[in-house]
């Protein structure tokens, strides 16, 4: 257990509104990621942080901002909710420090646009 | 650029059958190699990796062993449970500078009857 937590866990929301999903992390892992996961096409990279302040692009990053001001807490903002960002989003931590690219999931957070 | 590319599911095997699920893989530089395991309505589980050639990586029965001759990590377990129901997600971290991002195939769906 790496001791990462999401939340929600669930949401339902509507086109155009804004949406924050948050990771929170309890060991101080430099390294975080945010995925969606869609039928069909496995888990896609949105954003990823490599410490504070430090964000970075994945392959599917249109439509979303990340944001990370301290070590503990990752978020993903969807600032215009779209139907086609409906999806499973999961956080992930990675030990880095070279042992390691192994990187860990948290539970996950189903969002539903309508 | 990096990809992984598995079987298509689904897999239905009955109890005590044989398991193999083929994972192929393309990547510049030195990757590291990993199966992960996806149970219902949960996150992602590393099941094992392998960092180098001919490294084999097991836990709770399946192996999976690295193949750099034919670019593969085929995920084997000699007696499946229904337990093991789950989908099972191949990936790989070039960690050459790449800040530790996996890249994963698109899952494949095990089904395990009694």
């Known amino acids: ?27 101080n892992h430099r390294y975080m990621y945010w995925y969606r996961q869609d039928p069909g ?17 994945g392959e599917v990053s249109d439509g979303y901002s990340v944001s990370r ?9 969807l600032e215009s909710a779209t139907s086609s960002q409906t999806s499973v989003y999961f956080c ?6 070279g042992t390691f690219d192994t990187q ?6 189903r969002l539903t646009v309508l | 650029g990096n990809s992984v590319t598995q079987m298509e599911g689904p897999v239905t095997l009955s109890e005590e059958a ?17 199966w992960y395991v996806q149970y219902p309505g949960e996150g992602l ?8 050639a001919d490294d084999k990586g097991s836990n709770k029965g399946f ?38 991002k996996l890249t994963f195939g698109k899952g494949t769906l095990l089904t395990v009857n009694p």
Request: aromatic residues 10%; hydrophobic residues 30%.
């Open chain 1, 92 to 97: 992930a931590i990675s030990l880095g420090q």
């Open chain 2, 63 to 100: 192996e999976a062993t690295y193949r750099k001759e034919t670019t593969s990590f085929h995920l084997e377990k000699g007696s499946v449970q229904v337990s093991d129901s789950a989908v099972y997600f191949c990936a790989l971290s070039d960690s050459g500078g790449s800040n530790y």
């Open chain 1, 104 to 109: 860990y999931f948290g539970p996950g957070t």
């Open chain 1, 41 to 57: 096409h496995g888990l896609r990279l949105i954003h990823y942080s490599y410490g504070v302040k430090d964000t970075d692009k």
């Open chain 1, 1 to 27: 257990d790496a001791g990462i937590t999401q939340s929600p866990r669930h949401k339902v929301t509507e086109t155009g509104t804004p949406v924050t999903l948050r990771c929170h992390q309890t060991e």
């Open chain 2, 18 to 34: 044989f398991l193999t699920i083929n994972c192929t893989y393309t990547a510049t530089g030195y990757p590291s190699l990993f």
């Open chain 2, 45 to 52: 589980q590393l099941l094992l990796k392998a960092t180098k």
């Open chain 1, 69 to 77: 001001s301290k070590t503990e807490d990752f978020l993903l903002t």
